[in-house]
């Protein structure tokens, strides 16, 4: 079983969803936590603290680079900096390029790609000083296949694994590692709003999940939370050690086809 007592892992994102079902897993694994998210973080880092482990939470915007510098700040003066490094944090808007608002273009761009590469390069230089670090960016299947009306989030993620690949090579020679996981529908609240959306046009509820399901992903089943958190902790482990630069494919098949 992957330890990581003493180790302390930053997860932007992580108050609900993803993030957070990625930090309970890195914490039940012993990791100290640094959550971030907007909102009251005070139930979620009560029940982390109940695996015995140390937690905080920094509210930073990720859209913007000096929120990201306070965020690493507060880890270096709180925790001793940070080991492991889980960019998460995204936001989604779909709409057909000429109706794309720029604003929005702007903002995913900023949340869902400048945020991970201003996270990784305030993360980098402690993680080369303690010789062991581990960056996991969450892509997703949208940074290798496209879908209508998703242009600004599916070159974001495209632009993900891109840079992925770039840490992944730059950090080769040492103990840090760099990868990408790339996860295909998982039953966040924006996906439940989708099948809400075709359940109020009178399909049953179970058939309009399986509807959206069958359309991309083979399985049937949604991926979890869970599972994505415990693909971080192999990554996170010495049996990953040699995975660089690489994007994996959490997705029920959807990108075997």
């Not at 702007?106 to 869902?112: E, H, K, P, S």
Request: aromatic share 6%; charged share 15%.
């Amino acid at each position: 079983m992957t330890t990581l007592s003493g180790k302390t892992a930053l997860v932007t994102g992580s108050t609900s969803g993803i993030g957070l079902g990625i930090a309970q897993v890195l914490a039940r694994a012993g990791a100290n936590l640094i959550l971030n998210g907007f909102g009251d973080a005070s139930p979620v880092i009560a029940e982390l603290k109940q695996l015995g482990v140390k937690v905080g939470h920094h509210p930073a915007d990720v859209s913007d680079p000096a929120q990201i510098a306070e965020m690493f700040a507060y880890a270096e003066r709180e925790f001793g900096g940070v080991d492991i490094l889980v960019n998460n944090a995204g936001i989604q808007h779909v709409a057909t390029v000429e109706e794309f608002p720029v604003e929005r273009w702007d903002a995913i761009i900023a949340i869902n790609l400048s945020a991970v590469f201003h996270s990784t390069r305030l993360g980098l230089p402690g993680m080369r000083a303690k010789g062991w670090g581990r960056i996991v960016n969450v892509a997703s299947v949208h940074g290798q296949v496209g879908s209508v009306g998703k242009a600004a989030y599916v070159a974001a993620k495209h632009g993900v694994i891109g840079l992925t690949k770039v840490v992944g090579l730059e950090t080769a020679a040492s103990n840090v590692t760099c990868n990408a996981i790339c996860p295909g529908w998982v039953l966040t609240p924006l996906v439940q709003k989708q099948i809400d959306d075709r359940a109020a046009s009178g399909i049953d509820p179970q058939q309009a999940r399986h509807d959206l399901l069958a359309e991309k992903q083979p399985s049937l089943e949604f991926v979890t939370p869970a599972q994505l958190g415990e693909l971080v902790l192999f990554l996170c482990s010495d049996a990953a050690a040699q995975v660089r630069g690489a994007a994996w494919n959490i997705d029920g098949g959807w990108l075997a086809q």
